[in-house]
T-cell receptor, first 119, second 116 residues
């Protein structure tokens, strides 16, 4: 079974609808992330969470909200979807590794992605 | 501010050719990490490698090799004897080491097509 799963894998919706994308992980990682991928723009961070009570905005959080229901679950919501939110959405998890004089960096492991189309 | 540039948008090679994907980065930090990810046509992102800024040794894993040169701020990825299964989009990424959250900056990706 995959360590990081996302549901749904594909979704087509209409402008103005509320959409929730779900992410679950069995890696036991505390840190979880939501990214969106657009052609030619790479990946951009929407929100990240270091634990259930710690949620932070990323670089493009407008129009999105998140919920960290448990260590293993991190959901992304589009309250009122608009066409320019059409993109491939990725969930990622990581576990901090303390190296190099106490400074850490994480290796992020990604889910399979959710392709969202807003008409 | 950190930045990752993958100047090659698309590359096509014939199977069994060698191919190098370029990655140039910018950072003010002396302690940072570099990554490569592979995104096959199925869409998932697969972690390939992580290197820290203090380790400039080249890395080889099967047909894959990575060349990290701090002098030119580059972390290039070479596939030897390419195969059709190597067809994918490859992303280079940079993360500065911190106590706490480290922002990961991704390049825009290089699409590699290996033609049989």
């Amino acid at each position: 079974d995959a360590d990081v799963t996302q549901t749904p894998r594909n979704r087509i919706t209409k402008t103005g609808k509320r959409i929730m994308l779900e992410c679950s992980q069995t890696k036991g990682h505390d840190r979880m992330y939501w990214y969106r991928q657009d052609p030619g723009l790479g990946l951009r961070l929407i929100y990240y969470s270091f634990d259930v009570k710690d949620i932070n905005k990323g670089e493009i959080s407008d129009g999105y909200s998140v919920s960290r229901q448990a260590q293993a679950k991190f959901s992304l919501s589009l309250e009122s979807a608009i066409p320019n939110q059409t993109a491939l959405y990725f969930c990622a998890t990581s576990d901090p590794g303390v190296t190099l004089a106490g400074l850490s960096t994480d290796t992020q492991y990604f889910g399979p992605g959710t392709r969202l189309t807003v008409l | 501010a950190q930045k990752v540039t993958q100047a090659q948008t698309e590359i096509s090679v014939v199977e069994k050719e060698d191919v190098t994907l370029d990655c140039v980065y910018e950072t003010r930090d002396t302690t940072y990490y570099l990554f490569w990810y592979k995104q096959p046509p199925s869409g998932e992102l697969v972690f390939l490698i992580r290197r820290n800024s203090f380790d400039e040794q080249n890395e080889i894993s099967g047909r894959y090799s990575w060349n990290f040169q701090k002098s030119t701020s580059s972390f290039n990825f070479t596939i030897t004897a390419s195969q059709v299964v190597d067809s994918a989009v490859y992303f280079c990424a940079l993360s500065e080491a911190r106590r706490g959250y480290q922002k990961v900056t991704f390049g825009t990706g290089t699409k590699l097509q290996v033609i049989p």
